[in-house]
């Protein structure tokens, strides 16, 4: 790639790619993933999660077709579970005429956004989840630099996107907990795929109780990521990511801050006031007096 500007963009070091090959690899993905995979000579990457047969999310990730295999995927996903991921797949694997490899000793994902644009022999895509998120690139590995990787995380936290590991543990949440109904990573008018009904069942009975919103701390001191936070003095959810400036991403029951709200009580984490914020892409129900990010 050409010399770019390290406050918009960042080389995620903290991210795997996994090439997925083979004359069965459209049909293998689509019926294992939550979202549809791009078809044949389509360059925007999908944003998708594996599930448990339960409904919990294994592992949310982004996949694109690979440009130098006709019938090849590459997958971004995060390195600390592309191991289990790539198990997992392969138990999955059954006779497809598949191939699934960690190709992460030599590609890496790159973030640009702002007015930061790919080259175009790039394998990139615009992030699938916002236009605000600019564009991820896959390509040779490269060396991550902490400043811009703070400058990415506090851009993401802005807006509201949390990360596996970061805000929330995997295997611990359902995918509309942390919005992928919002952000474009369920289709409900594809084939069945592996915790299909759990997810269905969510959307068609308004089952999501939890959601990972946007968080601030008025006094500008950030309570420290994974404690608990309180709805007046009942558990509501927990504190993920948090920035230098007071912003923060917060898995909360939303029915509890409402119900605490509405009797005058604090939402607190650590005994520090906090207030939830309504992401300015969500569509679903939010609590008043929670104002948009």
């Known amino acids: 790639m050409s010399s770019i500007s390290s406050s918009t963009s960042a080389f995620l070091a903290d991210r795997a790619v996994l090439a997925v090959d083979g004359a069965d690899a459209e049909t293998f993905l689509n019926r ?3 979202q549809t995979v791009p078809p044949a000579g389509e360059t925007q990457a999908a944003y998708a999660a594996l599930l448990t047969p339960q409904g919990k999310v294994v592992s949310d990730m982004f996949v694109s077709r690979n440009p130098h295999q006709p019938d090849g995927f590459l997958i971004d996903c995060p390195i600390a579970v592309a191991p289990d991921l790539v198990k997992r797949l392969t138990m999955y694997r059954l006779r497809a005429a598949v191939t699934i490899e960690d190709r992460s000793s030599v590609l890496g994902v790159t ?3 702002g007015d930061q644009k790919p080259d175009a022999e790039d394998v990139c895509s615009p992030d699938p989840r916002l236009p605000a998120m600019g564009y991820r690139v896959i390509g040779e590995r490269g060396i991550g630099g902490e400043e811009a990787s703070r400058a990415y995380h506090a851009h993401r936290i ?3 996107l949390s990360e596996g ?7 611990s949440v359902f995918p509309h907990e942390i919005n992928l109904d919002q952000l474009h990573g369920l289709a409900f008018d594809k084939g069945c795929y592996v915790g299909q009904e759990v997810v269905s069942r969510m959307e068609h009975r308004g089952l999501a109780r939890n959601r990972m919103v946007p968080v601030v701390f008025p006094d500008g001191f950030a309570a420290s990521e994974g404690i608990e936070i309180l709805a007046g003095t009942l558990p509501a959810g927990h504190l993920g990511s948090v920035t230098s400036g007071g912003k923060g991403l ?3 029951r ?17 005994g ?11 569509t679903f129900e939010f ?5 948009k990010a």
């Open 250 to 252: 917060a898995l909360l």
């Open 32 to 34: 294992l993933l939550t």
């Open 111 to 113: 973030a640009l956004w």
């Open 158 to 160: 802005g807006l509201g």
């Open 272 to 282: 520090v006031a906090l207030v939830p914020l309504k992401p300015d892409w969500a």
């Open 254 to 270: 939303l029915d509890r801050v409402a119900e605490a709200q509405a009797k005058g009580q604090a939402i607190t984490a650590g």
């Open 165 to 171: 590991g970061k805000d929330y543990m995997f295997g």
């Open 287 to 291: 609590p008043a007096p929670g104002t």
